[in-house]
């Protein structure tokens, strides 16, 4: 039997004892329903059935349980926190999951495949630590083939889906992938050993038929050329190419396809022929001094030479074109002045044996105009029948070009 007492007021007293059977002494009372004890908040705080009530003439109420006492509700088991200690073991997610012909397209197989592990648990959590394993091609034309692809699990994750694009493959056919090494579920290695998940590689769509491009303005036959005044010219056969050395070297100029000009005062090149051979001689106009800054101005002076035929007249002609000498008789390459007649043509001249000639970027009635993002050319010749036969040279001439 357990007791309680407690002092109540009248009051009290009569609230609690209300549904019980007072005796001829109004001291005792009896039930054999529940007594429960309350708290000011109207909450339970003991409880007992088949009670008796008891009135001490000092005003205290002794209540006797003569049932069972319930025992107290236990405190609830906190749940248990994650402990992230335990690694598990590493398998894929779920092996279903990675159907045999699954379809990809080359160059990149981008598969979402997924790895998950299974760890030990507390009170049904999950105890994840850091884990590991690597996913690895065994076969197929995957790669990298043989390769082992390392898989981390941070502290607390379960699953882990590998970046698009890690196996990537070309051509067609299964690709078998395998789990290796780390916190491998050795079953799942043994597993995925003799039996892969399959990928299948499948050729990129066919592209549909590439558009024309935009056809490009069309190029001169081979052999051709457009000058600046948009005419298409034939470039001569018996053209001999040059070099051009300028600031103050001397150049050598000849009808003959036997020398090279070498710009030398001490060491002249010899003309190596004994009469005329109808050549043009083809210089191309340098860009720069040999300083480095460029050519705006250039004036080449032609004389004539101790070592060839005295008496020759030389025809000399600037052009974007090899072997050009019809441009500069064209109206773009002519200036006349505002008010005149008289019409001058800077771009070439039939002179001989000695005159001078000029080119720039800025253009006069004495200097022929060039583009400074295009190569243009100095073509010489030798007048026709204007060079002595039977002597036993040739005709020619020495210029410089000095530095302006």
Known sequence: MTRYRVTFSGMT?????????????????GSTSTARMLNSSGGVMQSCSNYTLTIDPNGSL?????????????????TPTQAGTEKGVVQFVPPTNFPVNRQVSTPSVNVPLQVTRVAQTVGG???????????????GPCAPLGVMIPVTFPNGVQTVTLPANTITGSGSGACGIALSGGDTDPNQKSKFTSAF???????????????????????????????????????????????????????????????LNNGSATNPPSP?????????????????????????????VFGDYVLVNNGASFEVAFSKCKGDFSYYKTPQASVTFPGGTQTFTPCGIVYGPNFSMAWGLQGDFLTCQVSATETWYMNWRVVPGT????????????FSVPFN
């Open 13 to 29: 007293m009569l609230a609690v004892a209300v549904s019980a059977a007072l005796d001829a002494n109004a001291q005792k009372a």
């Open 387 to 398: 060079c002595p036969t039977g002597t036993g040279h040739t005709c020619g001439n020495v």
């Open 62 to 78: 002794d209540v006797s349980c003569l049932g069972p006492t319930p025992a107290p509700t236990p405190a609830p088991t906190p």
């Open 125 to 139: 959590i999950p105890t994840l630590g850091v884990a590991s394993a690597n996913v690895i091609v065994m076969s």
């Open 197 to 259: 998940p399959n990928i299948t590689v499948v050729p990129d769509p066919t592209p549909g038929p590439t558009p024309a491009p935009t056809p490009a303005p069309t190029a001169p036959p081979s052999g051709q050329c457009v000058n600046a005044a948009g005419v298409t010219v034939d470039v001569p056969g018996n053209i001999v190419m040059q070099p051009m050395f300028i600031g103050g070297s001397g150049n050598y100029v000849f009808d003959s396809s036997n020398y």
């Open 272 to 300: 190596g022929a004994t009469g005329p051979m109808n050549t043009i001689q083809v210089f191309e106009l340098p860009k720069t001094w040999r300083d480095g800054s460029p050519v705006r101005l250039a004036q080449p």
